[in-house]
């Protein structure tokens, strides 16, 4: 594999925040060091979904201020954390890019273990979670499940146990950028461009502060659904299964009942249909269902609308104006 220089010579940071007015310097504190250690030059970039009353503007721009290798971007309104990501890599100008959160949960000193890796020769370094922390047990089987499943789906390798803490090189980043796809699950987007990958196991530590300020449930559920409609088509292969499978049901309940209903004491007519139609009537909506995803994914890819829309930037070198990516 090719050999890297010692230091990258500019690494970029791409941090999605939405209300973490109270995060941003803990999470300075911590990553600074860490940046002068392995690159030669970096910056940090804030992705901010603004909401009203937030001051975490302010308070990544009193950091600006006192480093100037600090960048934000505010995005139009609330674009979700996969878009927010995206916006920062198409800004990113580093030889090597790391995307994290703000909470402290993934910790910062992994970078100089990626750094590591990717002087090895590596493209991609992800973070992979071996214990997690200050996590309910309903969310830790969530997203072990989830994890599983999505990998097990996908018709590419997505590594089991990793979110987007991740190292990509600037030919990994130019490809993802590249892609035309409006959904922004980096964990699939990664592995389907390709390259060199390799992991860093690490244990998962609770969150420094607060609460998760991105909607776990319903936010883990969209992400969920697209990491499985967007790799794979096995649930269309689900559908015609279960659609095979109970055309077979039903056929089998026809024999007993003619059955019954000639020779013995059956119970009514209604009790058949009942079954028959719950039966049908369910494999129709799951399959209808299962349908649904893939034709609002098509709807929502053909319209080619963009993945983000950049209203202001603060010490970053672009043209004035909000930005469509």
């Known amino acids: 594999m090719t050999q890297r220089p010692e230091k990258v010579p500019l690494l970029s ?17 911590r990553i600074e060091p860490v940046l ?31 480093n100037p290798r600090i960048r934000l971007l505010v995005m139009s309104r609330r674009w979700g954390q996969p878009a927010a990501t995206l916006a920062g890599l198409e800004y990113a100008r580093g030889d090597a890019c790391v995307a994290i959160d703000v909470d402290l949960q993934d ?14 020769g590596y493209d991609v370094v992800y973070a992979q979670r071996r214990t997690r922390a200050g996590e309910s047990w309903h969310h830790l089987l969530r997203a072990k499940w989830g994890y599983r499943i999505a990998a097990w789906m996908s018709d590419v390798d997505m590594p089991k146990d990793t979110g987007d803490y991740r190292l990509m090189d600037r030919k990994v980043v130019d ?4 892609l035309s796809e409006t959904h922004g699950y980096l964990r699939g987007l990664t592995p389907y461009v390709g390259f060199r990958h390799t992991a860093i196991l690490f244990d998962r530590a609770a969150r420094e502060g607060g609460a998760s300020n991105y909607g776990r449930f319903f936010g883990n559920m969209r992400i969920n659904i697209n990491a499985l409609v967007a790799f794979s088509i096995f649930p269309l292969q689900i559908a015609s299964l279960l659609g095979l499978a109970c055309a077979a049901v039903g056929a089998l309940l026809l024999v007993p009942g003619v059955v019954m209903t000639l020779f013995l004491n059956p119970p ?3 009790f058949w249909l009942l079954a028959l ?6 494999a ?41 990516g």
């Open 277 to 282: 139609m719950l039966l049908i009537g369910g």
């Open 107 to 120: 910790p910062p000193e992994l970078i100089a273990d990626m750094v590591a890796k990717w002087r090895d």
């Open 284 to 324: 129709q909506l799951v399959c209808l269902g299962i349908l649904g995803e893939y034709m609002g994914r098509t709807y929502e890819e053909a319209r080619r609308r963009p993945k983000f829309v950049v209203d202001r930037t603060v010490n970053i070198e672009t043209d004035a104006g909000p930005k469509e």
């Open 13 to 29: 940071v791409v941090v999605p925040v939405f209300r973490e007015e109270d995060g941003i310097v803990p999470f300075l504190q």
């Open 268 to 270: 009514g007519w209604a």
């Open 36 to 66: 002068d250690q392995c690159a030669t030059a970096y910056e940090i970039l804030f992705c901010l979904d603004p909401v009203e009353g937030d001051q975490t503007d302010g308070v990544i721009e009193r950091e600006i201020a006192r």
């Open 175 to 178: 490809a993802i950028c590249n």
